[in-house]
Every structure is written in structure tokens, then in C-alpha cells.
Nanobody, 126 residues
Framework: QVQLVESGGESVQVGGSLRLSCVASGRSLRSDTTGWFRQAPGKEREFVATIFRSGGHTYYADSVKGRFTISRDNAKNTVYLQMNSLKPEDTAVYYC???????????????????WGQGTEVIVSS
């Protein structure tokens, strides 16, 4: 049984930093493309970042590029999302998701991912 468990979400002030973690069991994240998505109240779930299997190439939404960094620790079977210079519009529930796919044209879409965590909430206040 595959499980993804996110943690690290909390309330922070504008300009602050957080590191989210996504720990997997039942599946090797080294062999998967793992992404972070977020969903703000009243909005659709949106792509944030992803890290490809194998070479570990990373891709980001324009809204977080330069502020967020996705990384993977194979030994811990964990993917991280380091979030710096947080803004109020970053407030959302953040989900990690994983897939065996490595198709660049689809990995920014939620439908491409097979397994999802329960989410962790990030609140950025001024």
C-alpha cells in the first residue's frame, strides 16, 4: 500500500520560510516523478513544482520560481519543498503526489499523478 505523508505546514509571516516534507512508504520516490500541488480556498488545485525520476530535473510554476526549491533525499525516500520569501498568495493546502510518468507535457497536471498525500496547510499572513 502506497502512502504519502506531508508535514511542515504552519502559519508564518510574509517573507518567512518553510520546508515541507513528503515521506513515502510502499513506493520508491527515486523511481518516480514527484510533485507538489496546492489548493487555496475557493480555487482549483494548481501545480507548484516537480522533480523527475532518474536525473532529478526540476520544474516550477512561474509564480514560485526563484523562491521555492524542490529536492529529494533518496535514502529517506522523502521529497522536500523549501519555500522562501513567502507571500499571502502562497496560502493554501499543499499536497505531494507521485507518478511513474516522466512525460514533460503532462507532469504539471494533477491528472498525471497516481498517488496523493492528505495535504499540509500553509498560512502566510502580513
Amino acid at each position: 500500500q502506497v502512502q504519502l505523508v506531508e508535514s511542515g505546514g504552519e502559519s508564518v509571516q510574509v517573507g518567512g520560510s518553510l520546508r515541507l516534507s513528503c515521506v513515502a512508504s510502499g513506493r520508491s520516490l527515486r523511481s518516480d516523478t514527484t510533485g507538489w500541488f496546492r489548493q487555496a480556498p475557493g480555487k482549483e488545485r494548481e501545480f507548484v513544482a516537480t522533480i523527475f525520476r532518474s536525473g532529478g530535473h526540476t520544474y516550477y510554476a512561474d509564480s514560485v520560481k526563484g523562491r521555492f526549491t524542490i529536492s529529494r533525499d533518496n535514502a529517506k525516500n522523502t521529497v522536500y519543498l523549501q519555500m522562501n520569501s513567502l507571500k499571502p498568495e502562497d496560502t493554501a493546502v499543499y499536497y505531494c503526489a507521485t507518478t511513474s510518468s516522466a512525460i514533460l507535457s503532462t507532469i504539471r497536471t494533477a491528472a498525471a499523478y497516481n498517488y496523493w498525500g492528505q495535504g499540509t496547510e500553509v498560512i502566510v499572513s502580513s
